[in-house]
């Protein structure tokens, strides 16, 4: 059974609380380098029973303001050689989500879970065939049930056989300064390279069937080093998966706040929200969560992925003073997939908020991902502020994304850089250079504003980190490229995009009702040269009423396009009907050679 089980009112005893339970060793042999293997166990373990069996390391159910310290909680739990598992958690708080909440106020502390007395490895159960040999079978640590407050500080919690922290169904909870998935020194993969079997970290739970008691909210998971979690099986095993991440959100859980971890080499993504959807039609999608200042690299998915559906949009997430694809130095080290993607995702904020506090702090610093810096696809209304996107911290170098700087698809409504409010205007716009695609990327995505960005050049504006296209549309309407000639911050809101390869501007095939204005292309943010390297904006084939200008003689809407190695505006020869309306053109100097504006054949 369990090795330390208390249960409050359990057999007649009344309130049971305040108990503690340090520098013990549970389920390991008294050198903390092994397993105790039971001779002889009862049938319905198939004779393969170690620590403590078929239950946990140490639990606690319904018992208050317990302190759990010091220990070395490993090798619990027992397994048949048919894969039925049963039991093993490290560290249990429990508490049916059903009842009534409680304040636990349990406090986890200093421990290690699932690892030998050095951190140094897992402590290994002779399970076979498995390559990998889990330290508990289960969870490291799992807080299940309406047992609410507790406290998970600077334990160790590796080489479990499923996820590192397990939080289900309970709310305020603090993780703060724990080692998920290392070695003692933080910095280490456990020998044959494997975590924890799934997940680092877990809010929610991966259960189709009960989403309805999913919900853990305005948790808080702060200062942990989430790394090397998920291993590789070879499929004949229900625990552990090929793709795992670092932290996994789920279920309709809201205000948990994931901030200032160092999420690394995980097997999946690095931070992933997901919705659950139940039988009957119902989803349950994280929401209103906040994730602030975390160094999120090297992991073999996203930085960051938020995936929802359709009809069950995940909702109102702040994702603000990261570094993504960067390490805790600031060197390069981008993740194998996008930095950042937003899948079925509604109204959520990439950056800065724009209210003039700690604007400039909001910004993520999105670079050297393999993918795109951000990807959307089939989602609105989301903004776009602040960032660095393809440069290193400073803004002075190229760290370029590996595809595009920011690429929509399917995704409308959407704000990339400032919305012109009046309010910290200046810090809204975007830096996106130095990306081997395009710095913005729109595809079938409509009604979307681009504004106040610098987009091929360096923080400054004044040195070329090109893109290969600053900006490139495909079947994608009425979108707007610059200002909108409100009277309101109209100067803040054109964008600088000069420096990139190709040209500033491709508007190809069948996009309509595209608006460019108040743009400075080709030249740097002083008016002097910084050529595009062909044209300055490129219509493509059966284009039609796109209007380049103001149609109202409004000086603020008018470009500046200037000192590109092609033309300034290149008509292709395909039916276009563009309305060019008061557009300000210069050519470079070879102005003998180059048109400010080609109509094509």
Not at 81 to 100: E, N, Q
Not at 116 to 129: E, F, K, V, Y
Not at 312 to 329: C, F, R, V
Not at 580 to 592: E, I, N
Request: hydrophobic share 25%.
């Amino acid at each position: 059974e369990d090795g330390i089980r208390d249960v409050e009112r359990s057999r007649g005893l009344g309130d049971v609380y305040k108990r503690q339970v340090e520098y013990c060793y549970i389920g390991t042999d008294p050198t903390g380098e092994g397993v105790i293997s039971i001779p002889n166990a009862p049938a319905y373990f198939n004779n393969d029973a170690y620590g403590n069996t078929e239950m946990d390391g140490i639990y606690i159910r319904d018992s208050t303001n317990n302190t759990i310290a010091h220990n070395l909680v490993s090798g619990n739990g027992y397994t048949s050689s048919d894969w039925d598992w049963r039991g093993g958690r490290g560290i249990v708080i429990s508490r049916s989500p059903t009842a009534p909440s409680i304040d636990g106020n349990n406090l986890i502390e200093d421990n290690y879970v699932g690892v030998n007395r050095l951190g140094t490895d897992a402590i290994h159960l002779p399970i076979s065939p498995t390559p990998f040999q889990p330290g508990n079978v289960w969870e490291g640590i799992l807080v299940y049930g309406s047992i609410d407050n507790n406290t998970l500080r600077n334990n160790l919690v590796s080489g479990n056989g499923w996820w590192g922290i397990f939080v289900y169904s309970s709310d305020n909870n603090t993780i703060e300064g724990n080692l998920i998935g290392t070695q003692a020194d933080g910095s280490s993969p456990l020998p044959g390279g494997c975590g924890n079997g799934a997940h680092g970290i877990i809010i929610g739970t991966d259960d189709w069937n009960n989403p309805v008691y999913a919900a853990s909210d305005s948790n808080i998971v702060d200062g942990n080093t989430i790394a090397y979690n998920g291993c590789i099986f070879d499929g004949s095993h229900p625990y552990g998966y090929d793709f795992t991440d670092g932290i996994f959100v789920s279920g309709e859980s809201i205000n948990n706040e994931i901030k200032n971890n160092e999420i690394f080499s995980n097997k999946g993504h690095g931070i992933h929200l997901y919705g659950l959807y139940q039988s009957g039609g119902t989803y349950y999608v994280p929401r209103d969560n906040t994730i602030e200042g975390n160094y999120i690299y090297s992991n073999e998915g996203d930085g960051i992925y938020f995936e929802g559906g359709s009809g069950a949009e995940i909702t109102g997430n702040w994702i603000k003073g990261n570094y993504i694809g960067l390490d805790s130095g600031g060197n390069p080290a981008g993740n194998s997939g996008n930095g950042v993607s937003l899948i079925y995702s509604d109204n959520n904020t990439i950056g800065t908020n724009g209210d003039g506090t700690n604007d400039p702090q909001e910004g993520n610093v999105i670079s050297h991902n393999q993918g795109n810096g951000i990807y959307l696809s089939y989602s609105n209304n989301n903004w776009i502020a602040g960032n660095k996107i393809g440069t290193d911290i400073g803004g002075t170098s190229d760290l370029g994304n590996g595809n595009r700087g920011v690429a929509l698809t399917h995704s409308d409504g959407n704000t990339i850089g400032t919305n012109g409010d009046g309010v910290s205007d200046s810090e809204e716009g975007n830096l996106i250079s130095g990306n081997d695609g395009e710095g913005i990327w729109l595809d079938l995505s409509n009604n979307n504003w681009i504004a106040g960005n610098k987009i091929g050049t360096d923080i400054g504006g004044t040195s070329s980190l090109g893109n290969l296209y600053g900006i490139h549309l495909y079947e994608s309407d009425d979108n707007l490229i610059g200002t909108n000639g409100d009277g309101v911050s109209d100067s803040e809101e054109g964008n600088l995009i000069s420096g990139n390869s190709l040209d500033g501007i491709f508007i190809e095939t069948r996009s309509d009702n595209d608006v460019i204005a108040g743009n400075k292309i080709g030249v740097d943010s002083t008016g002097s040269p910084l050529g595009n390297g062909r044209n300055g904006i490129l219509i493509g084939s059966e284009t039609e009423s796109l209007r380049i200008g103001s149609d109202n003689y409004d000086p603020s809407e008018s470009n500046v396009i200037a000192y590109n190695n092609g033309d300034g505006i290149a008509l292709g020869d395909f039916p276009v009907d563009p309305r060019l309306v008061t557009c300000l053109l210069y050519t470079s100097d070879a102005a003998d050679e180059l048109d400010g504006v080609d109509l094509g054949g």
